[in-house]
């Protein structure tokens, strides 16, 4: 038994192989097998380049597809192979390397593709082919029109031995003479066809200039015309041709005949409308695709006033968990389960049902009164999915998440609908799935805020678009300023100055904030080492930097605070670094250990938002933590006077805890004297807040510290 394949050319080639033997049987070359696989190689390579791009191209696809026109591989069979090969042995031979389920997605992608590049080949070659057989048809035609005047033996030669169809009819439209391959066409014999008239061979399928082009040829204000006809056979079928009609005239110029040139064409319509079809339906579920859903939402984009469309976008909920449980064969019969269950819920007129790939569908209504129509239609569906799917013995129970955009027509573009749909229905699947949201214009601007600033936020840290903004620490007895707390800010090129509410959940979903986190580190330790040299005494003792619950289980965040520290040449101890209660709530020892380290060193940990989560007061006690920081709503109530006794009571029984346990506390959010005054004599040992100055520039912060110090 031979080995498998080692480097990837030799996977690359096995590949080949594999096609090649599946196509060649079906192909009309005068090439060997193995010479038909060095051609099928560079077609080959071009799939395995296109599978790995980082962005598909759908043109390299198409490029493939019109490879095998070019290679004579132009029986449909040789397509449906080639696809089979595709679909089977692509990802297996050419993408050992990458997320199988992403590939397996490209590839599918890629087999519509050429699909598409196929039929456009074809149709192209077939033109080409047309054209000829025209200019072959006009060039019988003059010397038929000889014949008639010269020599009826030539006339006779040339008539009986043409491959193509010939009849002969007087003005009137009856039938005089036709030739055998026009008889085989029709299926007929002669003493069938003779006695016919040519106005009889009407069918439902004519364009309507066809008898318009026929009426002004035998009143001889045309010499000829070509269109493409279809014509009724004996035994019910339909004879597709490319027909040409010209008029012959006598020796004196008058009309006199009609010569009709037939090209059988049926097979090649029936190709291609296979074509279509495979390049407009799904695989798997014999579904419309998405180029097919894309053509008929932009027919409804584009119809007529006072007509209106109402799109339903389905996700199932779940469904890769089912795919990576019980194998891909088992997900494929589930979604061709599903897909009949759709297509049972959208049958009235103006309805279909489309698989845009994966786990995704849309359902399509147009007409006048859509608002209520895709309601019932969205209803149809969720229904639909309440029964379970037996897969493999198995009872799987499928939910979906539904976006419904509804309105009119004439208003938006396909790729802004579907794009507005998709975000409806990823907010459906947010808030808990198995339900359908209806689109809101706010939501989806949000959305699309959202989505733009998750993708600037990687380029903007290497831009230099982030800033750090500076709010004091003010001592409650004395008033000096005893630090700072750094607060990260975006000056984004378009929105302007945006807060870390706006930025720092992005961030933290797609893993930025590490990074982030560091660059705030070590620009807030660089400000705290400069307030030391230039100002001594009088600058700010301490930087507080905020530290995410993402920072915190990051495995290098004791090394990169001990590099920068020693980077910068300054104490531990001139660095807090502050963490919400929330993100300690239940934390193990692991959590906890890092922390632990830190605080070993010098460096102070606050505990921030001190207050609002649910915490056992008694996990202080294991809890690294020197500083507590009161939530800002305690302080909200000291705003009105006399303040509340409840309160002032809550916030001395913390501060007096806080203080047996050697903890530091400090309040946010002080606005006023009264405020500040309250916390003092409650034993509060710092505040920052808007009483003493908003966050701002370094040097905002070096005034007030100076002040302090003077006076």
Not at 306 to 322: M, P, T, V
Not at 381 to 390: D, E, F, K, Y
Not at 483 to 495: D, K, T
Not at 601 to 618: E, K, Q
């Amino acid at each position: 038994m031979s080995a498998e394949p080692d480097g990837p050319e030799d996977r690359l080639r096995r590949f080949a192989t594999i096609w090649s033997r599946a196509v060649f049987p079906v192909t009309s070359t005068s090439l060997t097998r193995p010479e038909f696989e060095e051609q099928l190689l560079p077609l080959a390579r071009r799939l395995s380049q296109a599978l790995h791009t980082r962005t598909l191209d759908a043109d390299e696809g198409r490029a493939v597809g019109a490879g095998l026109v070019t290679a004579h591989c132009t029986d449909p069979e040789a397509l449906s192979r080639s696809m089979d090969c595709v679909h089977a042995y692509l990802v297996l031979y050419c993408g050992e390397d990458g997320d199988q389920e992403d590939l397996r997605a490209r590839a599918a992608r890629l087999q519509h593709a050429m699909a598409a590049g196929y039929a456009q080949a074809l149709r192209e070659r077939t033109l080409a082919e047309q054209e000829a057989i025209s200019a072959a048809a006009l060039k019988a035609q003059g010397v038929v029109a000889q014949a008639l005047h010269a020599s009826e033996a030539r006339f006779r030669a040339v008539f009986e031995g043409a491959a193509i169809g010939i009849g002969i009819a007087d003005l009137e439209g009856n039938i005089l003479q036709v030739n055998g391959a026009l008889l085989r066409m029709f299926g007929l014999t002669d003493q069938m066809i003779r006695g016919r008239r040519v106005q009889e061979w009407t069918h439902p399928e004519d364009a309507p200039q066809t008898w318009t082009l026929y009426d002004e040829l035998v009143r001889g204000e045309r010499e000829h015309y070509h269109v493409e006809k279809a014509f009724s056979r004996p035994d019910g079928t339909a004879l597709w041709t490319n027909l040409t009609v010209s008029l012959l005239r006598d020796a004196d110029g008058n009309p006199q005949y009609q010569l009709a040139l037939m090209e059988d064409t049926t097979e090649r319509r029936l190709l291609n409308l296979r074509l279509r079809y495979e390049a407009t339906h799904d695989a798997l579920t014999g579904l419309p695709n998405r180029t097919f859903f894309f053509e008929r939402l932009e027919k409804a984009l584009s119809a007529a006033a006072g007509q209106r469309f109402g799109l339903c976008y389905l996700d199932l909920d779940g469904f890769k968990a089912i795919n990576d449980s019980l194998g891909h064969a088992a997900g494929d019969r589930l979604l061709v389960e599903i897909a009949d269950r759709l297509q049972a819920c959208a049958t009235a007129p103006g309805e279909m049902v489309a698989r845009l790939g994966g786990d995704e569908f849309v359902a399509l209504t147009t007409g006048t009164s859509t608002e209520r129509e895709v309601d019932e239609l969205a209803e149809r569906i969720m229904n639909a999915l309440v029964t379970p799917v037996s897969v493999d013995g198995r009872e799987l129970l499928v939910r979906g998440s539904i976006g419904i955009v509804e309105g009119p027509a004439g208003e938006r573009t396909p790729a802004e609908v579907l794009r507005s749909a998709d975000i409806t229905m990823y907010r459906a699947k947010s808030a808990g799935g198995n339900r359908y949201e209806l689109a809101d214009e706010e939501a989806d601007a949000r959305a699309i805020t959202r989505h733009g600033l998750t993708t600037a936020l990687p380029t903007a840290l290497e831009r230099g678009e982030f800033f750090i903004e500076y709010q004091p620490l003010v001592h409650l007895g004395d008033g000096s300023v005893r630090g700072a707390e750094a607060l990260v800010r975006w000056l984004h090129p378009q929105h302007g100055v945006l807060g870390p509410d706006r930025f720092i959940p992005l961030a933290e979903h797609t893993g930025l904030i590490v990074p982030l986190g560091r660059w705030v580190l070590e620009q807030s330790v660089r400000q705290a080492r400069e307030w030391r040299e230039r100002y001594d005494d009088a600058g700010p003792m301490r930087i507080n930097v905020n530290l995410s619950p993402c920072q915190l289980t990051h495995p290098g965040l004791v090394q990169d605070t001990v590099d920068i520290l020693e980077r910068m040449g300054v104490p531990p101890d001139v660095l807090c670094l502050e963490v919400t209660e929330s993100a300690l709530i239940g934390a193990d020892d692991d959590l906890l250990k890092p922390l632990r380290r830190l605080a070993e060193m010098g460096v102070d940990i606050a505990l921030d938002d001190f207050g609002t989560g649910y915490s056992n007061l008694a996990n202080l006690r294991r809890l690294p933590v020197s500083i507590l920081k009161l939530d800002r709503s305690f302080t909200q109530s000291m705003q009105q006077f006399p303040a509340d006794p409840v309160d002032l009571k809550i916030v001395e029984g913390i501060v007096s805890l806080a203080h047996s346990l050697d903890l530091a506390v400090t309040v946010e959010g002080v606005e006023t004297g009264a405020q500040a005054e309250q916390l003092r004599i409650l034993g509060c040992d710092t505040a920052q807040g808007w009483y003493y100055a908003r966050p701002g520039p370094p040097e905002r912060l070096h005034e007030l510290a100076l002040v302090d110090a003077t006076g």
